[in-house]
């Protein structure tokens, strides 16, 4: 039998380092069998990146499993309530379409109601838009909010969110929670890293001497990668061919009013800017492919997106997107931007670390022979990300803009396969192939592709016995059940103010 594994180092204070610390005590420092110890470390001379505001619905998830009360984390890192992304200007310039949380309303004769609604666009019938008979989407466009309703009783319970927060606040929010559950916490920075004669790690050697000893490391050092690349040396593998955004620009303003429960994602030039509407402020900024455009332009193209003061200098950042070939090697795993980055667009990273923490102790190994573990672990990391990359790459791709040089290179560029027959098959049948494991369901893909101006050529088979006077009252109801209900739904404001 191997050794136990007792003692765990979370190398990196950021949200990564914080969200695994946390995660990590909540589960171990409660065990009957006791004696687990764990460890952050990280530098006061190093920062955070310091972005990283905009979430999807599973940040849900880490609260409820680390039993945080929802309105004391809002109020602690000047949250709002986010239902959906709003995309302008991406399918041609004026183009304008969601990507709303949550579900399309009910099952209707066993079928999604967004199938209902994409075989009546085939068949020519007058319909609402597809965000019509989205609650989130209608609500995002009128800046209300309210909370689902979990009876599920009314239209709210389709209702699902997420938040926008300072990523600041929100990693000293979980230092708070994980010190409280008994995280030991080290400040220094690491001048070198021991390995045994198997390349395992078991020390950490700080600048001033100190030394960290460990069964078991993740590596949360950002870009930097200290551990899983520069020791460890797990390659990366690049997709910038795919994603060809890689820097970005950001900026806070002033809060204006009112405040939109949604991440704005307008498309520009070279990349894309972002508008994060937060209690305290709005955090902007320019995601751009530096192959495409240069630093002066993106400077004044982020300026003159701003619709209020700029409260800071902008902040420029490099990134490359890709992923580590794995994500788990020798006694070491890697999350947050040390495992890999894709670019903002869809709000994933942070999901990707509470998703990877989770998985992690599904893997859970107990002694040190955890060969099949790792191996399993990795791949399911790498199915994972491939399937929201290949969600982000369609968004550029099938842009009809040919208005700069980096639209024209994204829209023909070659795709992942996996990519290719997602498209082709809609493009035909309207069907979306997607597995349950995925983070993006049907729902999501339609949401996109619809509001990138696919069409699905044939009828879908399954529905093509149903009158069409069936689907089109029910969408008609469904859309006309949404508006009246978001009609009482109080305004995003006064919904925190009040709460
Ligand atoms: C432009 C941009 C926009 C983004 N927007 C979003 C978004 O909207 N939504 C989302 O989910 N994600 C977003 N992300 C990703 C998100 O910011 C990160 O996933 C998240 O902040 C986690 O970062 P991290 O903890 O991995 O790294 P960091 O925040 O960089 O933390 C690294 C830590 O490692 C420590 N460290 C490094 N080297 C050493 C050393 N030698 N010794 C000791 N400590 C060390 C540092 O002190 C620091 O504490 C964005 C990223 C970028 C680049």
Redesign the pocket.
Known sequence: MGQFIKEYVV?????????AASCLARVLLKTPKGGFKITL????????????????PS?QDLLRFLNIDEKDFIKETNATYKLAIRFKDWSHIGGDYWHPFGEFGPLVENSALYLHWLQQRQQKSKIPSLYDISICSVAAKNNKFALPDKNGQSVRNWLNYAY?FD?GL??EYLKGYGKSKGVNHII????NVQQDESGNINS?I??DGRVINGDFFFD?????A?LIDKTLGSNYEDWTNFLPVDT?L?VPSETTLPLNPY?LSTAREAGWT?R?PLQSRV?N?Y?YSSRHTDEEKARNILLNALDAKPLADIRK?N?KAGRRKETWVKNCVA?????G?L??LE???????IASIFKFFEHLPQTKDYEFLRRHYNNKFITDIEEIRDFIILHYHVSTRNDSDFWKYVTNMEVPDSLKSKIEIFKQQGKILTSQTDLFRAGSWVSVMVGMGLMQEYPLPILETLPNDFSTHIINEVANAIDNDIKSAQNHDEFLKNF
Do not use: K, Q, R
Request: net charge negative.
């Open positions: 190398v990196g204070g950021g949200s990564a380092g914080w969200i470390v990280e530098s006061s001379d190093i920062p955070i990146v310091g972005v990283g505001e905009a979430t999807i940040v926008h990523a929100f990693a220094g920075t690491i001048g950490l700080l600048n949360c050092t950002g870009f930097a200290l970005a950001a991440t972002w994060i955090g900024g995601v950042i990134f999350l947050g931007l040390a495992s980055f670019e903002p709000s994933t990273a942070i999901h990707l670390v």
